[in-house]
C-alpha cells in the first residue's frame, strides 16, 4: 500500500521542499498543498519510471557533503588559478574516464558532479556508454586526475546505487 501511496518517496519529499521553497512562506496551507503535489505527481509520473534504481540514502547524503566540500575547495582553486597564474603554466587536459556505473541515473548524476566541480565539464558519454570525456583545466597528470575523479566520485556512485 505504502508503495502504491509513495512510489517515489525521494521525488516526493523534493517536491515539497522545492514547492515551500517556491511558495517563500511557511503556513499549513502552503504545506498541504506541497504534500499533495509530492503525493499525486509521483503517483501519474511513476509508468514512466519503471525501472528506476534504488538509491541508498545514507551514502547519498554522504556524497552531497563531499560533492558540496569539492565545489567550494575548486572555486577557491580556479581563483589562485585565474589571479596568481600565468596562462602558460596550465595544463589543460581532456579525460576520457572509464565508467563502472551501468544505471544512466548514476551516470548523470557523475557527469553533473564533474561538470559542479569549477575547473572540470563533462563534454559527452561515448557511444558505447563506457567512457565519459571530461575536459580539466588545469590536469598535470591526466591518469592520477582520472583515478582521483574515479575515487572520489564514481565509488561512492556504485554504493548510492547498487541493487
Known amino acids: 500500500m505504502t508503495r502504491r501511496l509513495l512510489p517515489h518517496p525521494g521525488l516526493s519529499v523534493l517536491l515539497v521542499?522545492?514547492?515551500?521553497?517556491?511558495?517563500?512562506?511557511?503556513?499549513?496551507?502552503?504545506?498541504?498543498?506541497?504534500?499533495?503535489?509530492?503525493?499525486?505527481?509521483?503517483?501519474f509520473t511513476?509508468?514512466?519510471?519503471?525501472?528506476?534504481?534504488?538509491?541508498?540514502?545514507?551514502?547519498a547524503l554522504s556524497y552531497a557533503g563531499i560533492v558540496l566540500w569539492d565545489i567550494l575547495v575548486a572555486n577557491v582553486e580556479v581563483a589562485w588559478i585565474i589571479l596568481f597564474k600565468r596562462t602558460r603554466d596550465l595544463r589543460p587536459a581532456w579525460l576520457a574516464i572509464p565508467l563502472e556505473l551501468a544505471s544512466p541515473e548514476a551516470i548523470t548524476v557523475f557527469a553533473g558532479t564533474i561538470s559542479l566541480t569549477p575547473g572540470t565539464v563533462s563534454a559527452d558519454v561515448s557511444a558505447c556508454g563506457r567512457y565519459l570525456l571530461v575536459h580539466a583545466l588545469h590536469a598535470p597528470d591526466p591518469a592520477a586526475e582520472v583515478t582521483k575523479v574515479k575515487t572520489r566520485y564514481e565509488a561512492r556512485l556504485k554504493e548510492i546505487f547498487s541493487d
Open 46 to 59: 511513476a509508468p514512466w519510471w519503471p525501472g528506476r534504481p534504488r538509491v541508498r540514502f545514507v551514502p
Open 17 to 43: 521542499v522545492m514547492w515551500m521553497v517556491m511558495v517563500g512562506e511557511v503556513s499549513f496551507g502552503a504545506l498541504f498543498l506541497g504534500i499533495v503535489f509530492g503525493i499525486v505527481v509521483p503517483i
